[in-house]
């Protein structure tokens, strides 16, 4: 069966279940037992059989459910794929209506990014963590309480994925977890102990990140992680530290096959890298079926996976890259595509007074802001800093550039994540005239001219660039805009030197220590300011290993009050994350990752 006629058909079953299919029955009307033989496709056994090529889906339900009870029939994971000698099971044309009449939708994405790979412990595209959120299963996940708006809200605490249960000792050290023995790989295979031990052993050791992440658990060896037996596995880490269950709950900690990396390894490549960057065996609840990259992925639902086929609330969903906004919004307001992503903020009101649509805006901890590289005179100044940020026109930036979608925010530990304070924060209102005083003072009673920096496919920080230059404009500082392609903007600031520019950051973690580790602390890569504390330094120290709520509240209230006085950074917007879908599409949860999840995405 042809790809592009796969993805084509699977809309049409949706939207038109088995119309006309009991008229155009073959005389056969009882369910067939078939030994598929070279040459079959599942599409062309529906068109003889039951008379109608996209009825083929029920000849998917009905074999993937005698399958439960007979494991001599075939499991279809791939429509695509079926091997002759496979056992299928047709439905009578009857029952073969209703299977698909009371099929879960499928729901197609519009997204403004391609999937790059899917090797999970790299880095990656936007539309790629999308994916690997959906292909690999942590051993726990946070838990999700209904929001205001009807969406799915993630909270600081966790529960058991694949593993059914955990304990943490008393000390905060020894994390014990109990593996669902039912737990399995897309191919079949249990998912065990020994799997997470590899995953662990894998990031640590492994190509990739991940390593970059385990210090912040006190992991400081892959020794610290054991598997006592197949399904109990026991992380002793060197001290107490509060973001352990954090992040062994990111995507990236999903179970990762040992024998299907084992059977992919090469002498180069000894992690199967390679192999996982277009492949997954999942553990999670998707596996990629269709890989048209640049165009479209199709995720059907793993038929192995630990929660069973109730859990879904769609049959799949198909990844639709589109790059263009405007394309997004029309293929949203005709009903070509159920949910949309990267819709620009300028046009959300429009967008949201077609009362086919809705517009979910979830408040995140996303924090963008004005850069000042201590590097780069005349912003080692603490006074020239606190000028600038006196004069940036603020709220204009948040009307007209994310128009009221989110937050103003007021301190690097944005509101919505644990030890936030505004009690520092003293810019609220543009006060030109103590800027003027403070930039006199520091030599520059005349201004100065300096260039602000930006990735030209951002329009909004573009946007926010135009109102900070005239803010600026009226205390003396003349901005230039300097709008560079994206690639080119992340070599500038990767080089550290960049003095002046708009750039964002958001922690998975949603943890203050972990915010201020990275972009705060002395020598830390993303921190492009090249601000350095040592007092600020022991606080993010004593804070990331700390369990105590009360002492982690106080460490960060002293965090905010030294970088508030320091304003190496000035506080721009905190967006909301948009998700903009059909009227009739439930089921938006979000973790701390920003990803879609897309089992819970069904119709009303």
């Known amino acids: 069966m042809k790809r592009r006629i796969f993805l084509t058909l699977a809309l049409i079953v949706t939207l038109l279940p088995m119309a006309g299919l009991a008229n155009a029955a073959p005389p056969a009307q009882e369910e067939v037992t078939y030994t598929v033989q070279k040459d079959d496709n599942l599409w062309l056994l529906a ?122 000792s008393d000390d905060g050290t020894v994390f014990t977890f109990h593996l669902r023995k039912d737990a399995k790989f897309a191919d079949g295979t249990p998912i065990t102990a020994h799997d997470y031990k590899y995953t662990f052993d894998r990031a640590m050791m492994g190509p990739g990140y991940i390593a970059l992440l385990t210090p912040f658990m006190a992991l400081d060896s892959p020794d610290m992680v054991e598997a006592l037996d197949d399904y109990t596995l026991q992380v002793t880490t060197s001290r107490p530290a509060a ?22 390894a090469t002498d180069d490549d000894p992690w199967a890298d390679e192999w996982h960057h277009t492949n997954s065996n999942s553990s999670g609840p998707y596996v990629i079926t269709e890989w048209k990259s640049g165009t479209e992925y199709f995720f059907s639902p793993n038929p192995n996976y630990w929660r069973g086929p109730d859990w879904f609330q769609n049959s799949g969903v198909v990844f639709r890259v589109v790059p263009d906004a405007a394309t997004r919004e029309q293929l949203l307001r005709a009903g070509d595509v159920d949910v949309a992503l990267g819709i620009p903020f300028s046009d959300l009101d429009n967008l949201a007074a077609d009362p086919n649509i809705t517009i979910h805006a979830i408040p995140t901890t996303r924090l963008y802001h004005l850069g ?9 100044d603490k006074r020239v800093r606190q000028a600038i940020s006196m004069a940036v026109p603020y709220k204009a930036i948040f009307e007209n550039v994310v ?34 005083a403070l930039l006199a003072d520091a030599g520059y009673p005349d201004g100065f001219a300096v260039e602000v920096t930006v990735p030209q496919e951002d329009q909004t920080r573009v946007d926010a660039a135009t109102w900070v230059q005239a803010g600026l404009a009226e205390i003396g500082i003349d901005v230039t805009i300097n709008a560079v392609p994206t690639a080119e903007f992340s070599g500038l600031i990767n080089s550290h030197e960049l003095p002046f520019f708009i750039q964002e950051w958001y922690s998975w973690g949603n943890d203050p220590f972990y915010q201020l580790t990275w972009n705060f602390k002395c020598g830390s890569f993303p921190n492009f300011v090249n601000y350095c504390n040592e007092e600020l330094d022991q606080i993010i120290e004593d804070g990331t290993f700390s369990r105590d709520p009360e002492e982690r509240a106080q460490l960060a209230s002293r965090a905010q009050e030294i970088l508030a006085d320091a304003a190496v950074w000035a506080y721009l917007y905190q967006p909301a994350w948009i998700v903009a879908t059909r009227s009739d599409v439930a089921g938006i949860a979000l973790y701390h990752d920003l990803t879609l999840r897309y089992a819970f995405l069904g119709k009303q």
């Open 243 to 264: 973001l352990t269950e954090t992040i062994i709950a990111f995507q990236v900690f999903g179970a990762v096959s040992k024998a299907t990396a084992d059977a992919h």
């Open 372 to 380: 000042m590289n201590l590097n780069s005179p005349p912003f080692d």
């Open 47 to 168: 068109e003889k059989y039951l008379g109608s090529g996209p009825a083929y889906r029920a000849i998917v339900m009905a074999t993937n459910a005698k399958h439960e009870e007979d494991e001599t029939f075939a499991q279809i994971v791939n429509p695509n794929i079926i091997q002759p000698g496979w056992k299928v099971l047709i439905p009578a044309p009857a029952e073969a209506e209703e299977l698909v009449a009371a099929a879960k939708p499928t729901i197609v994405l519009a997204m403004d990014t391609d999937i790059d790979h899917i090797e999970v412990m790299q880095f990656r595209s936007l539309g790629a963590y999308d994916a690997t959120a959906n292909l690999y299963e942590p051993l726990i996940a946070q838990v999700l309480v209904p929001g205001e708006e009807g969406e799915f809200i993630g909270l600081n605490e966790f529960e058991g994925a694949v593993a059914e249960s955990f304990e943490v």
């Open 403 to 436: 128009y009221g979608y989110g937050l103003l925010p007021t301190s690097p530990i944005p509101e919505g994540m644990e030890g936030h304070t505004d009690e520092f924060y003293t810019y609220e209102e543009v006060n030109l005239d103590d800027a003027r």
